[in-house]
């Protein structure tokens, strides 16, 4: 098969519709979405990861060490081939010769010469392995050591699109007549930067016994299929449809402008219950919002009950971001109550500690405090502000209980603070003031600890989302900073501790505390109006 496009191993993770809109050429000059801050903060980290991982092995290495240098595409195409033909031990940063043939061209962090060829090493900057046992590992300085042996003490941890950028690597190198025919490893360095996790891309480890390779071969065969048709003026082989990727996309605003043109049921179901939808002959979000949810001909969805399928439908075409699923809302209140908010910076560490004490008086100061540490994570110095929150919050959970009150702490979406009230017990253990794991599995399972998200989704129909920043405003709660959120979070946060070498920046670390502070008096106002004769304002769907 020969084709007039050339694809990078990203295409296989990649939305089909987006393959189809970055290859038509018709899109060229269209404006894009500005791109996503922390999606540029992660590739600037991963980058600063691959460099720090690249020195070690270089000077572990010495002269068996090759570096493609920085250029045009073209002349690292040409480094690397040369570099292959003289049989360097170890390449770095190569720049695979095109495989025109197939419609592929990309590169890879490492390649490793065997006594058969050549196998790719991916570094990336997430976990790879988890403890356990079972994985194929080898130490950092032996990644030559292809292969590796049994990790007693570790298990891989599933990143199917490490799998499929190392099966474009061996693809392009086997086209190239450089892959080692005689095994199927290829290696990935992770987060912890000294072990390399060896993956068996020709073993069965995908649904229905499909290797790695096998699972790329097919989606690497329809990416260059939607590619083609675009590229050429062909019928559109990719249509849109509203997924988790495209809040992050930059063609979202491409997307989002047809969707809504027409009406299609993606807007307001997403993933899989629109293609069930579609494939029903429901296709917009009239159609959706004109059906009987107990009428047994309708397909099953996956994701939530028809009935609120059809609820939503009915409130996105109202333009409502609320409508109540019971006439009557509740949330459990306390004498006593906590709003509790961390910060985290990727999967550094928790930085920031959030509270906002309100209730019966039980002699500790009321309002907003901060738990935080301003040394650039990952530190030790987060095991001091970590251990000071969860000593404070222990104080005032007895000061509760000794006077006979109540005490509830709310947050807004515990997967966040659970991660890592467990993780910093787990990270810090034996510190001064540290709780165990179990005393924090306690807390979080008592009923002391309580999800404000899980009472918005179950009294709720949320048309445009359920995050805090979409449903507070609803109960009149307004961020004081007009850019408040997580992404740019990310970017204070930087530049409030100096990450990328300059003076920290003072003023952000003020913002950072304001926007934590608005975090969590959110969620307070969020409760009260929920607690509020308010509430009912909110259209029932049943009326709708």
């Keep these: 098969m020969t084709t007039t496009v050339l694809l990078d191993a990203g295409v296989v993770s990649r939305c089909r ?63 690397t081939a040369a570099a292959l033909a003289e049989g360097r031990p170890l390449i770095w940063g190569a720049q695979l ?35 356990g046992q079972g994985a194929r590992t080898s130490p950092l300085f032996g990644v030559t050591d292809v292969g590796g042996a049994n990790d007693p003490v570790r298990k891989v941890r599933p990143q199917p699109r490490d799998q499929l950028r190392l099966a474009h690597t061996r693809a392009l190198l086997r086209a190239a007549g450089h892959a080692d025919e005689r095994t199927g490893h290829a290696g990935v360095i992770g987060l912890d930067g000294d072990t390399v996790v060896w993956h068996d891309l020709t073993a069965p480890t995908w649904p229905g016994s499909r290797t790695a390779l096998a699972e790329y ?24 449809s509203r997924i988790v990727e495209c809040k992050s996309c930059p063609w979202w605003p491409v997307c989002d402008a047809q969707l809504v043109a027409e009406r299609d049921v993606s807007l307001v179901v997403r993933g899989e219950d629109a293609a069930l939808l579609r494939a029903a002959g429901v296709e917009t979000v009239d159609a959706l919002a004109g059906i009987d949810p107990e009428d047994r001909d309708n397909p099953p969805l ?25 006439r009557e809302v509740s949330v459990p209140r306390a004498d006593v109550e906590l709003d509790v908010d961390m910060e985290s910076f990727g999967d550094a560490g928790a930085y920031l500690w959030g509270t906002l004490l309100s209730g019966a008086d039980i002699g500790v100061e009321q309002g907003y ?126 530049d409030a501790v100096g990450l990328d070498g300059g003076e920290p920046d003072l003023p952000q670390r003020v913002r950072l505390l304001e926007y934590n502070e608005d975090d969590v008096r959110a969620t307070a106002v969020l409760r009260a109006w929920m607690s509020s004769d308010a509430v009912g304002e909110i259209p029932f769907v049943g009326d709708i």
């Excluded at 197939?102 to 392995?129: N, Q, S």
């Excluded at 071969?217 to 559109?236: L, S």
């Excluded at 040394?375 to 110095?381: E, I, S, V, W």
């Design 302 to 326: 996956v994701g939530m009950p028809l009935s609120d399928a059809v609820g939503l439908a009915k409130a996105w075409l109202a333009d409502l971001t609320l409508v109540r699923r019971h």
């Design 369 to 494: 405090r901060a738990f935080v540490s301003w040394d650039p994570l990952p530190t030790d110095d987060e095991a001091r502000s970590f251990a000071e929150f969860w000593s404070w919050l222990v104080e005032v959970r007895a000061a509760a209980a000794e006077r006979g009150l109540t005490f509830r702490a709310y947050c807004y979406n515990e997967l966040a603070e659970n991660r890592w009230l467990l993780a910093s017990a787990r990270r810090f253990t034996g510190r001064p003031g540290i709780p165990t794991k179990r005393q924090v599995q306690q807390f979080i399972a008592s009923d002391e600890w309580f999800d404000l998200f899980g009472s918005v989704r179950d009294h709720f129909l949320c048309s445009h989302g359920k995050g805090l920043k979409t449903i507070a405003p609803v109960a009149g709660f307004q961020w004081r900073d007009p850019e408040a959120g997580g992404e740019n979070s990310m970017r204070w946060y930087r």
């Design 97 to 131: 010769p095109r495989d025109t043939e197939h419609g592929r061209r990309g590169a890879i962090d490492l390649l490793v010469r065997t006594r058969g060829g050549y196998v790719p090493v991916l570094v990336v900057r997430h976990k790879v392995h988890d403890p």
């Design 17 to 79: 519709r987006r393959v189809h809109l970055e290859h038509d050429p018709g899109m060229r000059d269209v404006e894009r979405g500005a791109p996503d801050p922390t999606a540029e903060l992660r590739k600037a980290d991963a980058a600063a990861h691959r460099r720090a991982v690249a020195d070690r092995l270089s000077a572990h290495f010495g002269a068996d060490w090759t570096e493609v240098p920085p250029g045009r595409g073209g002349e690292r195409e040409a480094a």
């Design 217 to 240: 071969e097919t989606r690497f065969a329809d990416r260059v299929a939607v590619a083609q048709a675009a590229a050429t003026g062909g019928e559109p082989l990719a249509r849109p």
